[in-house]
């Protein structure tokens, strides 16, 4: 998992995948709907999903990405300016 690798050494954070796809927003926002409407505690409706991986963040690669952030953080004003007003 390419992207997810790249967002953990990006972040510096240990990423974990569930085991089923279905968990997300759309699951969160529906037990947060059963708990308003049946009353029930959200301890009583939500349940930590199984955990299929985890990926860890490469931290040999932090100096790098921190010297590309500065670098993203010095050229982006200029990059915005030229872009013109927006929208």
Do not use: C
């Not at 029930?40 to 299929?52: N, R, V």
Request: no cysteine; net charge negative.
């Amino acid at each position: 998992p390419f992207w997810l690798q790249t967002l953990a050494n990006a972040l510096g954070v240990s990423l974990n995948v569930p085991q089923k796809g279905e968990f997300g927003a759309a699951l969160g926002a529906a037990r947060l709907a059963m708990a308003a409407h049946s009353g029930a505690t959200l301890s009583d409706i939500m349940t930590k999903p199984e955990i299929a991986q985890t990926v860890e963040p490469d931290l040999s690669l932090s100096d790098a990405y921190e010297e590309k952030y500065a670098q993203y953080q010095a050229l982006y004003p200029a990059v915005k300016s030229a872009m013109g007003p927006q929208q």
